[in-house]
T-cell receptor, first 115, second 112 residues
């Protein structure tokens, strides 16, 4: 199993550009999520999905879009990049959501810089 | 709103000693609490889960306690080794929520 994979590893964008961060998992997990991690702020939830076709907003959803057309993939779209979106982005998956308490498997992260 | 607090200062500890980290939360008790380890440039890795009706959990040299009266979890690394140097994150899930909320993490440095 490859686990959770993320591409690209690094990306530099200019303000106003759009891009998609890719996330895939091969563990047949129902729950997938996107976090951003900033110095001094910890991990903050952007969007999450409890299954194919179902997505919901997390703590900091503005400026980001997601869709979940398959169980395996959960791409994160930046609609119009802003310097405030400079961060490290982590995708995570787990077998189930909520009270199940299943461990989250994290990808290696994408380091994004917006100039 | 809920707050999750971990010590922002790094914990420097001598090899062989026990490292103890704290995770405090406000307001409502979570359904469970998880601890993760994060190394520089990598994603967090799950270590332990403890539920609200459990007082203590152990896994090898790791021990987690959960005190819902104090609204606090303690994370212990016994017989610490330099390889234990990392940042440790606590994560809480509250009832009625599918969102796991993370603390900011606490760095541990084990000195040989």
């Amino acid at each position: 199993n490859a686990g959770v994979t993320q591409t690209p590893k690094f990306q530099v964008l200019k303000t106003g550009q759009s891009m998609t961060l890719q996330c895939a998992q091969d563990m047949n997990h129902e729950y997938m999520s996107w976090y951003r991690q900033d110095p001094g702020m910890g991990l903050r939830l952007i969007h999450y999905s409890v299954g194919a076709g179902i997505t919901d907003q997390g703590e900091v959803p503005n400026g980001y879009n997601v869709s979940r057309s398959t169980t395996e993939d959960f791409p994160l779209r930046l609609l119009s990049a802003a310097p405030s979106q400079t961060s490290v982005y982590f995708c995570a998956s787990s077998r189930a959501a909520g009270l199940a308490g299943d461990e989250q498997y994290f990808g290696p992260g994408t380091r994004l810089t917006v100039t | 709103s809920q707050k999750i607090e971990q010590n922002s200062e790094a914990l420097n500890i001598q090899e062989g000693k026990t490292a103890t980290l704290t995770c405090n939360y406000t307001n409502y008790s979570p359904a469970y609490l998880q601890w993760y380890r994060q190394d520089p440039g990598r994603g967090p890795v799950f270590l332990l889960l403890i539920r609200e009706n459990e007082k203590e959990k152990r896994k090898e040299r790791l021990k987690v306690t959960f005190d819902t009266t104090l609204k606090q979890s303690l994370f212990h690394i016994t017989a610490s080794q330099p390889a234990d140097s990392a940042t440790y994150l606590c994560a809480l899930l509250f009832y009625g929520n599918n969102r796991l909320a993370f603390g900011k993490g606490n760095q541990v440095v084990v000195i040989p």
